[in-house]
C-alpha cells in the first residue's frame, strides 16, 4: 500500500473548525483514503472514506485535492471529545476482489489532536 | 447491535510463557483481524481469519498463531513471550468477500499485556 505523511500533532481550540491533513504523493487509481481515529484508552474507530469526490457524514467531512495527492479531514466542531490520534490510511481496493477476506489497515504514527477548552 | 468485545482487557506474564487472547465479532461479520500496538505506534497488522481459515499474515514469527471459530470468534496466541511482545492487541471484524469490500473495520478496546 502507498505511504501517508501526517504532522505528528495539531492542536485546536473547542468549538472551532479543525483541518487534519494528509500527503500521499504516491497513491494509486484504486487506492481508498479512509480515515480512523483512536481516542485514549481504545481502539480505533472509522471516521470516513472516499475515492475521489468530497465526501460527508455525521463525523466529519473528507476533502480528497484534484490530483488526489492528500487529502483533509475537516471536522466541523471539534470538541473534547475529539482529542484522539487520527490515522489516515490508503488501501487498494484491488485486493477486495480476491475473493476471500478483508483488506488489513496499515497505520502509520498518525496525527495526536489535542483540544484546548 | 452488539460490537467487539476483547478479553481479558489486562493480563500479566512472564517471559517464556504461553497467552491466549479471545475476541467476539460484530453480529453479521465474518473476518477476525488482529493487530499490535507498541506504546506510542500506531497497531501493526498480525493476520486475518475468514471463515476459520488464516487470510493474510503480517510480519510475526510464527509463536503468534490463531483461530477463528464457527461463531467467528476467535482467539490469538502467542507462545514464548518475549519482552517486546508487552503491548496492546487490538482485535477488529468486517464483513469478507466482495460484500464487505470498503466497509469499515470494527475494533475492540483491545488487551493490554505486560511481559515481566
Known amino acids: 500500500d502507498a505511504k501517508t505523511t501526517q504532522p505528528n500533532s495539531m492542536e485546536s481550540n473547542e468549538e472551532e473548525p479543525v483541518h487534519l491533513p494528509c500527503n500521499h504523493s504516491?497513491?494509486?487509481?484504486?487506492?481508498?483514503i479512509h480515515w480512523y481515529r483512536q481516542l485514549p484508552s481504545q481502539g480505533p474507530e472509522y471516521v470516513i472514506h472516499?475515492?475521489?469526490s468530497n465526501v460527508n457524514n455525521r463525523m466529519a467531512s473528507l476533502a480528497i485535492a484534484e490530483d488526489r495527492k492528500s487529502s483533509t479531514l475537516i471536522l466541523h466542531r471539534a470538541t473534547l471529545r475529539d482529542a484522539a490520534v487520527y490515522y489516515c490510511?490508503?488501501?487498494?481496493?484491488?485486493?477486495?476482489?480476491?475473493?476471500?477476506?478483508?483488506?488489513?489497515?496499515?497505520f502509520g504514527k498518525g496525527t495526536k489532536l489535542s483540544v484546548i477548552p | 447491535e452488539t460490537g467487539v468485545t476483547q478479553s481479558p482487557t489486562h493480563l500479566i506474564k512472564t517471559r517464556g510463557q504461553q497467552v491466549t487472547l479471545r475476541c467476539s465479532s460484530q453480529?453479521?461479520?465474518?473476518?477476525v483481524s488482529w493487530y499490535q500496538q507498541a506504546l506510542g505506534q500506531g497497531p501493526q497488522f498480525i493476520f486475518q481469519y475468514y471463515r476459520e481459515e488464516e487470510n493474510g499474515r503480517g510480519n510475526f514469527p510464527p509463536r503468534f498463531s490463531g483461530l477463528q471459530f464457527p461463531n467467528y470468534s476467535s482467539e490469538l496466541n502467542v507462545n514464548a513471550l518475549e519482552l517486546d511482545d508487552s503491548a496492546l492487541y487490538l482485535c477488529?471484524?468486517?464483513?469478507?468477500?466482495?460484500?464487505?469490500?470498503?466497509?469499515?473495520?470494527?475494533f475492540g478496546d483491545g488487551t493490554r499485556l505486560s511481559i515481566l
Open positions: 477488529a471484524s468486517s464483513l469478507g468477500g466482495l460484500r464487505g469490500r470498503n466497509q469499515p473495520q470494527h
Open positions: 472516499g475515492l475521489t
Open positions: 504516491t497513491i494509486s487509481g484504486t487506492d481508498y
Open positions: 453480529s453479521g461479520h465474518n473476518t
Open positions: 490510511i490508503l488501501r487498494d481496493v484491488r485486493r477486495a476482489y480476491s475473493g476471500a477476506g478483508s483488506y488489513q489497515l496499515t
